[in-house]
């Protein structure tokens, strides 16, 4: 038997679309494997009554599949589906950690992201990367077509969950197509300036690099009371806010002193928005783990 803690994820961070990703040091998914004939999936925990047992529509299932690993498989969802915390990403990553272990795969961390992206195909209907790369390899990650590049960050996060759902097909949709000259050079210049910020650990820089004028203003409106909930972080101390992955969380930098503000602050805004919500206090964490 093999049991895995899979991160939940933030993916884009605002200016790094379906690029940047990062592990976050809490919720996580709880991953237990063991062999057996066929597969069975049982699913317990946040948001299970959502989550499809069946080996076909489970995340995971694609999966077992890449890894031809059949499991009598667990998954303790810590991490609320549909939430944009890489909720089946979180379960895939647990899932392909787990199996390649379990049958002795041989597997490196990095070939064992796009078996897990697959799974996230099940549900997203895009092999997307963003959220399973640090699911499985922890930090801050930069996902493109040639593969994954991380590194260690030290930032302090707020991560605040209303309790509504967006679905990420939704969140897609509402993606533009286009976008012009001028929003293009300030989108490079910003994560540039994010991506250096996580190299240096440091928050002010990081907070700068998550605006984005073209996705985040759109999702944003699929979020009630986004921009309160934006504001009340800055003004507690936020060097930055942006939409956690799809949404509807919001994600916040901040200094660690700033927190516990931020955390305060942001809830209070959903709290007046008629919205209840949960904040993680959370941080950039380290990926996969096995118990
Ligand atoms: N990059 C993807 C998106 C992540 O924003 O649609 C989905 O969680």
Same mark, same amino acid.
């Given at each position: 038997?093999?049991?895995?803690?899979?991160?939940?994820?933030?993916?884009?961070?605002?200016?790094?679309?379906?690029?940047?990703?990062?592990?976050?040091? /809490?919720?996580?998914?709880?991953?237990?494997?063991?062999?057996?004939?066929?597969?069975?999936?049982?699913?317990?925990?946040?948001? @299970?009554?959502?989550?499809?047992?069946?080996?076909?529509?489970?995340?995971?299932? *694609?999966?077992?599949?890449?890894?031809?690993?059949?499991?009598?498989?667990?998954?303790?969802? &810590?991490? +609320?589906?549909?939430?944009?915390?890489?909720?089946? $990403?979180? %379960?895939?990553?647990? *899932? @392909?950690?787990?199996?390649?272990?379990?049958?002795? +795969?041989?597997?490196?961390?990095?070939?064992? !992201?796009?078996?897990?992206?697959? &799974?996230?195909?099940? #549900?997203?209907?895009?092999?997307? *990367?963003?959220?399973?790369?640090? %699911?499985?390899?922890?930090?801050?990650? #930069?996902?493109? $077509?040639?593969?994954?590049?991380?590194?260690?960050?030290?930032?302090?996060?707020?991560?605040?969950?209303?309790?509504?759902?967006?679905?990420?097909?939704? $969140?897609?949709? !509402?993606?533009?197509?286009?976008?012009?000259?001028?929003?293009?050079?300030?989108?490079? &210049?910003?994560? @540039? =300036?994010?991506?250096?910020?996580?190299? +240096?650990?440091?928050?002010?820089?990081?907070?700068?690099?998550? %605006?984005?004028?073209? #996705?985040?203003?759109? +999702?944003?409106?699929?979020? =009630?009371?986004?921009?309160?909930?934006?504001?009340?972080?800055?003004?507690?101390?936020? =060097?930055? #806010?942006?939409?956690?992955?799809?949404?509807?969380? !919001?994600?916040?930098?901040?200094?660690? /002193?700033?927190?516990?503000? !931020?955390? *305060? &602050?942001?809830?209070?805004?959903?709290?007046?928005?008629?919205?209840?919500? /949960? $904040?993680?206090?959370?941080?950039?964490?380290?990926? %996969? =783990?096995?118990?």
């Amino acid at each position: 038997m093999v049991t895995v803690r899979a991160p939940a994820t933030s993916a884009n961070l605002g200016s790094g679309f379906d690029v940047f990703g990062a592990a976050l040091s /809490r919720p996580a998914d709880v991953v237990t494997v063991e062999k057996a004939a066929e597969t069975t999936i049982e699913v317990t925990g946040v948001g @299970a009554q959502y989550i499809p047992e069946d080996p076909e529509k489970n995340t995971v299932g *694609a999966v077992v599949e890449a890894l031809d690993a059949p499991a009598r498989i667990h998954i303790d969802k &810590g991490v +609320r589906p549909a939430s944009g915390l890489g909720s089946s $990403a979180a %379960s895939a990553a647990g *899932a @392909a950690v787990a199996l390649n272990r379990l049958y002795d +795969r041989g597997r490196s961390r990095e070939e064992l !992201v796009p078996i897990a992206a697959e &799974g996230e195909a099940v #549900v997203s209907g895009v092999a997307h *990367a963003d959220n399973v790369a640090p %699911s499985i390899l922890g930090g801050f990650t #930069v996902t493109t $077509a040639e593969g994954t590049r991380s590194v260690d960050a030290a930032i302090p996060l707020v991560v605040c969950l209303p309790d509504v759902a967006v679905s990420t097909r939704d $969140a897609r949709r !509402v993606v533009p197509e286009t976008a012009s000259m001028e929003e293009l050079v300030e989108t490079v &210049g910003n994560a @540039a =300036t994010l991506a250096i910020g996580m190299c +240096r650990s440091d928050p002010d820089l990081v907070g700068l690099g998550m %605006s984005d004028p073209v #996705v985040t203003p759109e +999702r944003a409106r699929l979020i =009630t009371g986004y921009d309160d909930v934006r504001e009340r972080a800055f003004d507690a101390g936020a =060097t930055g #806010v942006t939409v956690s992955g799809a949404g509807p969380a !919001v994600i916040a930098a901040c200094r660690e /002193r700033d927190r516990r503000d !931020v955390a *305060a &602050g942001m809830l209070d805004a959903f709290a007046d928005a008629g919205i209840e919500a /949960r $904040a993680y206090q959370t941080r950039i964490g380290r990926g %996969s =783990t096995v118990l």
